[in-house]
């Protein structure tokens, strides 16, 4: 009987340090995937710390949206550009793509254009007719006539 409470005794603590390694790596993951570097994780061993800590990262604006906030603006900002005919891509699946993205962050008036370039320079009737259905149900929503 002796024996297996001494066994338990040496289990605990093992235990013990392996969960709380778990946990560092699981927090450590959480701040990676948020933008901040993952050795921030060791201010949870500190109990004040892994309070403040959440607190900061509930109210702090995250790397990675800033991040998103970026890549929102570069897409809005190829999607407002007025491509000529001359130069539009030998890819109509890469307008497509831009227009899709425009229509995802809320530029309904870019994404009409794109999907009106589209129209007027693709070769496959049923693609133009899409790209013009979709121009319609763009101008619906945007409520352009």
Not at 76 to 94: K, R, Y
Not at 117 to 123: C, F, G, K, L, T
Request: negative net charge; charged residues 20%; hydrophobic residues 50%.
């Amino acid at each position: 009987m002796n024996d297996i409470h001494v066994f338990l005794g040496l289990l605990y603590p093992i235990f013990a340090c392996l969960l709380g390694a778990f946990l560092l790596f699981c927090i450590a993951e959480v701040l990676r995937k948020a933008g901040y570097p993952m050795w921030w994780a060791f201010g949870a061993l500190v109990p004040p710390l892994i309070v403040v800590g959440l607190i900061a990262l509930a109210f702090m604006e995250w790397p990675i949206e800033r991040e998103r906030e970026r890549a929102h603006k570069r897409i809005a900002d190829l999607v407002a550009q007025e491509t000529p005919p001359a130069e539009l891509p030998d890819n109509v699946l890469q307008l497509r793509s831009l227009a899709i993205r425009a229509e995802q962050i809320g530029n309904w008036s870019g994404a009409i254009n794109l999907y009106e370039q589209i129209a007027e320079h693709v070769d496959d009737a049923t693609a133009a007719r899409a790209a013009r259905e979709k121009i319609e149900s763009l101008r619906k929503r945007a409520g352009v006539a």
